[in-house]
């Protein structure tokens, strides 16, 4: 799906909730008030009204362009692949292509500024698989489920110390379920 597209159909959406929302308005019209103070507040609370839909509307239509969806199923390749299972309490990194990675155990380095696409699976149950910087702010995230792989591409911005944490209880051990990736 192209840009142009997504536009096309974000317009063409927001224009049948523009349309469903005149038609409740004017179907669910009370009867015309009878007094002056009355009249005035049936008008400003429309007035109130269409302000909002047309701010959450502008708001839709600013930020959609912006969601990463589009920018996930893009077809260029990545520069790395990392397989990523989750197992009771610990993250574990197979399968790698690409180079300058390192694999030790519960750690692997990686260059900065490359695209990593990390195939994320689970062994036994689901774990959340969150990616934060060295101030604990999350990055992107995606769950590891038994039996199905997500895709996660990621291109981590600059040289440091990157944390993966486990975003879904997965038993007594789960505050533990953590590990490192270096980025050079």
């Known amino acids: 799906m192209t840009a142009l597209n997504a536009g096309i159909f974000t317009l ?3 224009l049948l909730v523009a349309l469903i929302a005149l038609a409740i308005a004017l179907s669910s019209r ?4 009878k007094d002056g103070v009355t009249a005035r507040v049936y008008r400003v609370r429309r007035a109130y009204f269409v302000v909002l839909g047309v701010v959450l509307l502008a708001c ?10 589009l920018a996930a199923r893009s077809a260029v390749p990545p520069d790395i692949r990392v397989a990523v299972t989750g197992w009771m309490w610990t993250w574990r990194f197979d399968a790698i292509s690409g180079d300058r990675v390192l694999v030790e155990p519960q750690n692997l380095t990686i260059p900065a500024g490359k695209l990593i696409e990390f195939s994320v699976r689970s062994g036994d149950v689901n ?6 910087d060295d101030q604990d702010h999350l990055l992107t995230q995606v769950q590891a489920m038994p ?3 997500n895709q996660l591409r ?7 110390v990157y944390h993966i944490l486990c975003m879904e209880y997965c038993g007594y051990a789960h505050h533990l379920m953590m590990t490192t990736i270096h980025a050079e």
């Open 154 to 160: 990621y291109r981590f911005p600059a040289p440091g």
């Open 12 to 14: 063409v959406g927001a």
């Open 127 to 132: 774990h959340g698989f969150g990616i934060y």
């Open 60 to 69: 839709l239509g600013l930020t959609l362009p912006r969601a990463p969806y």
């Open 30 to 33: 009370p009867e015309q008030p």
């Open 147 to 149: 039996g199905y792989t």
